[in-house]
């Protein structure tokens, strides 16, 4: 060691992480203890209602998917220095690609035919709507954090719109499109399982989660073996260096912008082509806002957003059990255990940092005496 | 290890500090090891060592900031413990950073007061203090106008109110941390009037620096520290730079650059009339014109922020040109052609930027990620969309093999090398294309005296390779011994153009002063 008390690099990405999830959850029993449950019990229930049984495990998996997007689009734009609050209003926008596509071409060709055109309009419409703000935070000045918060009620409201009135399918209430046809939809997990023989409940987990991981890999390989990952990293680090090395900042900006909404307009592969078959209301559900949380806890790295991701699919899945079996475990009180996760896992990352250095550094210093 | 000398060591009834064994690790690393200073009531002390000997912790635990593992502090001869800065004020110690620590929007008088106002009611702590302030210049000869606001001082005046606030808190042992990295030459002279003073009046005072010249040109004993470690103190009348040198690096040093006359060619780059102001509207280049030839280094000397920064930003394209032109090896640019930084380097322009931290390095990054910094689009470093990693990595350890850069292990850090290792990488990675042009700005800012050495050899040989060289540097002894032809930039102009050989320190000092009138600032006393 040359310099400092620095961690190792298995403390930093397994350790840290670790420790900072059992302090949450402490914190989180106390919650429940302080409510007049037990803690053990509660736990027993949410991880038994996440991975206990092959639904629980199907829901859990589907969650993750919508927050693996999520989570590589908050972490693309992270690299670039950009804070895309726009996650939901971009998924949500990008579920008007997929929906169209899906909803043009359903009669024409079957799901495998469907899936790259419905991808590439996902990810299209997603990167159109993370344009804007990208535009006018590298060209005009106005910060992305505010315009993508402002672009995500537009979303809602003309999506509300087109539903109600545009999309609708005739003669009902609800504000919904008609159903993707049959064979057109991505099939779920438990028909493919069904094909090969094995049965196993009817969960909303589709085909889509084998995207999610593709995209994970791509993210990676853009991120860090890739000119345009140095880029995107060099203005996120240092802007005034990637002026020096010839890079157009204010283009880069843009561009991880798009690539960021692109990403999270994946959320619709799952929702729109997948669980749900049509375009419904909200059915982003909150997804593009975690995908924060994800971000955060995975370090922007897609190994750890995958990871981050599953531990929240579990906490949406688990959480949902919870409220379900204890009266007194309200859906509220979910949130507030998803949230001290949230906060130990992200916002205190770093608290626990330092206290471990110094119990490494005279772990070094103890064994160097001997 | 060295054992420690001591000369010149008097009764212990002189001494104003006396430090004993003062040990300080950061985790595995010993910034300070068995330190021993003794300083004298009223002597000037130099601590002289490279980056990271350890003078800035060996201050830090005098003033307070840190506390040391073990060792003992005296101040006029009783035993301390100084918990933090406040202890220290009061033990009579003041300190001056090497970066001001004043309001800018504030006066003189308020900004001394700040933090010692000993009375509830504003106006009776100002009206006390511009009593005791008065007799505070009367004594020392110090005099700066009260009244004015810090922002419209210059920056000697502006040195002169940090140590009036030491003096004002009844500092009887002033540290000055690099006190004249940022003076003109006229304003060093001021300075040291002053220190010369304080002395006669009893202070004793201790100067960290790195510059050798002023050590022996002011202190009067100078202590050397190398790798955590008290080398030696000396007398400053018995020893010379040489020797300090030596001590500090711990090897023999060659402090002149050693190099054959120049021999210049054609003119590789022609600026004319340029001028560029900023979004302010204030003009940072005023019509600056001149010729950089094959051949030779030409330096730019200058106070900080006199535009040579705009200069290099300019001509390497990461500023757009405004007014006048450029010719960049016969092609020309200027306000309608425009060229990117990329293409700036396509013609064969290398620039080591002035500010490595801001612009030639990002510190997060692996070391070969650095290394190919504004190379990353070439094919040499890219195979069928992405990057090749092992292309880069081979380019790496080949400029660390080259410019000696150490440790060489391209995936460590940017930020995890040392100072002198940072820019040895980065002027490794502009010169490896052989560029007909080297912008370079502050080659040595940050870096120790052994890697100095080799830069400059470095420089040297790219200028007898044929190629042109600009470097900017506001260390003039650097200008002076590097160059063969010197610029002096004042206000955005170039009020000075002459041969190397031919001037000196105090010449380019005048040359630096000249304002926009035309005359010299007359320096206010």
């Known amino acids: ?370 | 290890m060295t054992a420690i000398e001591k000369q010149g060591l008097r009764g212990p009834v002189s001494c104003a500090i006396r430090l004993e064994k003062i040990n300080k690790s950061f985790g595995a690393v010993r910034a300070n090891a068995d330190v021993d200073l003794e300083v004298e009531a009223g002597e000037i002390h130099a601590i002289v060592g490279e980056n990271g000997a350890g003078k800035s912790t060996l201050m830090s635990i005098l003033y307070g900031f840190y506390s040391a593992d073990s060792g003992r502090i005296f101040v006029a001869d009783s035993e301390v413990q100084i918990s933090d800065s406040k202890t220290a004020i009061s033990l009579g110690i003041g300190m001056v950073h090497q970066h001001f620590m004043l309001v800018e929007n504030f006066t003189v008088l308020e900004n001394i007061v700040l933090g010692a106002e000993g009375s509830w009611s504003l106006g009776d702590s100002l009206r006390t203090a511009r009593r005791k302030l008065q007799e505070i210049s009367d004594t020392y000869g110090l005099s700066v106008d009260l009244d004015t606001l810090t922002s419209d001082l210059p920056v000697g005046l502006q040195q002169r109110v940090e140590i009036l606030k030491a003096l004002y808190r009844g500092a009887r042992i002033l540290i000055l941390d690099e006190p004249t990295g940022v003076l003109t030459p006229q304003e060093v002279d001021q300075l040291f009037a002053i220190l010369r003073t304080l002395r006669e009046q009893g202070v004793s005072v201790l100067l960290i620096t790195h510059k050798l010249q002023e050590v022996i040109a002011i202190s009067d004993r100078v202590s050397v520290m190398r790798a955590g470690r008290m080398v030696a103190t000396l007398n400053t009348a018995q020893t010379n730079r040489e020797e300090l040198a030596e001590l500090m690096v711990g090897r023999k040093v060659l402090l002149r650059v050693d190099k054959r006359p120049a021999v210049a060619g054609d003119t590789l780059l022609a600026v004319n009339n340029l001028s560029w102001r900023d979004d302010a509207g204030v003009m940072r280049l005023d019509d600056v014109s001149f010729d950089l030839k094959a051949g030779e280094i030409v330096g730019v000397a200058g106070v900080s922020g006199n535009g040579q920064t705009e200069l290099l930003r300019v001509l390497s394209g990461m500023l757009d040109i405004q007014q006048g032109s450029i010719a960049v090896d016969g092609v020309l640019v200027d306000s309608d052609h425009q060229l990117t930084p990329k293409a700036v380097r396509h013609l064969g322009v290398g620039h080591v930027a002035e500010d490595r931290h801001r612009d030639g390095m990002v510190g997060a990054f692996e070391a070969q990620e650095t290394a190919i910094m504004g190379f990353q689009d070439e094919a040499e470093f890219n195979s069928s969309g992405f990057l090749n990693r092992t292309a880069i990595n081979q380019h790496c350890v080949r400029l660390m093999e080259e410019f000696d850069v150490r440790p060489v292990s391209p995936t460590l850090k940017s930020a995890g090398f040392s100072g002198g290792n940072q820019q040895k990488l980065v002027i490794a990675r502009e010169m490896a294309p052989k560029p007909k042009i080297l912008l370079v700005g502050q080659p040595t800012r940050g870096v120790d005296i052994g890697a100095i050495e080799f830069i400059h050899q470095q420089i040297v040989a790219l200028r007898d390779s044929g190629s042109a060289v600009l470097v900017v540097s506001v260390e003039l002894e650097e200008i002076l011994s590097l160059c063969d032809r010197i610029l002096v930039m004042s206000e955005g102009r170039i009020v000075g153009d002459v041969a190397a050989a031919e001037t000196d320190a105090r010449s380019l000092g005048l040359m630096m002063s000249i304002s926009r009138s035309g005359e010299q600032q007359e320096a206010r006393r």
């Not at chain 1, 109600?164 to 003669?171: A, R």
């Not at chain 1, 064979?183 to 399982?193: K, Y």
């Open chain 1, 1 to 370: 060691m040359s310099k400092g008390a620095k961690l190792p690099v298995w403390a930093d990405v397994a350790l840290i992480p670790l420790i900072n999830v059992t302090l949450a959850f402490l914190a989180a029993g106390v919650v429940v203890a302080l409510i007049g449950e037990n803690p053990l019990d509660a736990v027993e229930v949410l991880v038994r209602g996440a991975f206990g049984y092959d639904e629980g495990v199907g829901y859990t998996l589907y969650y993750t998917t919508n927050f693996i997007f999520t989570g590589l689009a908050v972490a693309v734009a992270f690299h670039a220095g950009l804070f895309n609050i726009g996650g939901e209003g971009q998924a949500y926008i990008g579920g008007l690609g997929v929906g169209l596509v899906c909803l043009a071409l359903d009669h024409l060709m079957p799901w495998w035919m469907l899936l790259p055109i419905a991808i590439a309009a996902g990810m299209i419409f997603g990167a159109a709507w993370a344009f804007i703000p990208g535009y006018l935070q590298a060209y005009r000045g106005s910060h992305v954090v505010i315009t993508t918060i402002m672009f995500n009620f537009i979303a809602s409201a003309l999506m509300v719109y087109l539903l109600v009135n545009v999309l609708i399918k005739p003669g009902q209430m609800a504000p919904e499109t008609r159903d993707i046809a049959e064979g057109a939809s991505l099939p779920l997990m438990h028909e493919l399982f069904a094909q090969v023989g094995i049965k196993i409940t009817q969960t909303p987990l589709n085909l889509s989660i084998f995207v999610a991981l593709l995209a994970s890999f791509l993210v990676w390989l853009l991120i860090w073996r890739t000119r345009w990952g140095y880029a995107i990293r060099m203005i996120g680090h240092n802007e005034s260096a990637a002026v020096y090395s010839g890079i157009n900042p204010k283009k880069m900006v843009v561009v991880a912008m798009a690539i960021s909404g692109s990403l999270a307009g994946l959320v619709a592969i799952n929702e729109v082509m997948g669980a749900q078959g049509r375009i419904v209301l909200d059915f982003v559900a909150g997804s593009g806002f975690t995908g924060i949380a994800v971000a955060l806890m995975g370090r922007n790295h897609p190994v750890g957003i995958i990871l981050a991701s599953l531990l929240f699919g579990a906490l949406f899945q688990g959480g949902a059990e919870l409220a379900f079996e204890f009266s007194t475990i309200t859906r509220d009180l979910v949130v507030v255990i998803q949230g001290l996760v949230i906060l130990f896992c992200g916002a205190l990352a770093y608290m626990m940092r330092t206290p471990l250095e110094r119990l490494f550094a005279r772990f070094a210093k103890s064994r160097e005496a001997n």
